[in-house]
């Protein structure tokens, strides 16, 4: 499901919260949206029993946020590998992306130089 949404350019650049340039998956359909949502219902308890950082053990972290986290992971790292470059090179493209961040990607402003380039 990752690397469709991935060739069908379901990428949007973000930054993370400590400012450092970063892809995250979207927009997502209605489709795409009930997919992911079967997918974390189908996820057995194994597989998202990891207690939420800072808070009681008992409190779990939800299958949907781990399978779109895991998503958002996936599309952060794919553009940034050669494989990108098989998905195309039109705007917004992983492949455009991955030559731009490589482009400004220095100095305290580049995330946000990196961004405004994305838009």
């Known amino acids: 499901m990752g690397l469709q949404l991935l060739s069908r350019g379901r990428l949007v650049p973000t930054l ?3 400012s450092v340039d970063a892809w995250r998956v979207g927009p997502l359909d209605t489709a795409d949206e ?3 949502d ?3 219902a189908a996820l ?10 800072g808070v009681p053990p008992f409190l779990l972290t939800e299958p949907r946020y781990l399978v ?4 958002d992971a996936l599309a952060d790292v794919y553009p940034r590998t050669p494989a990108a470059e098989g998905l195309g ?3 917004g493209s992983p492949r455009a992306a991955s030559t731009f961040c490589r482009s400004c ?3 305290p402003t ?3 130089r990196w961004l405004r380039g994305c838009g």
């Open 16 to 18: 993370s919260p400590r």
């Open 105 to 107: 990607a220095s100095g």
């Open 34 to 36: 009930e997919i992911l």
């Open 68 to 71: 779109g986290a895991f998503l």
């Open 110 to 112: 580049a995330p946000r």
């Open 44 to 53: 057995p308890a194994e597989a998202y029993a990891a207690s939420v950082t």
């Open 89 to 91: 090179g039109r705007a």
């Open 38 to 40: 079967r997918m974390a």
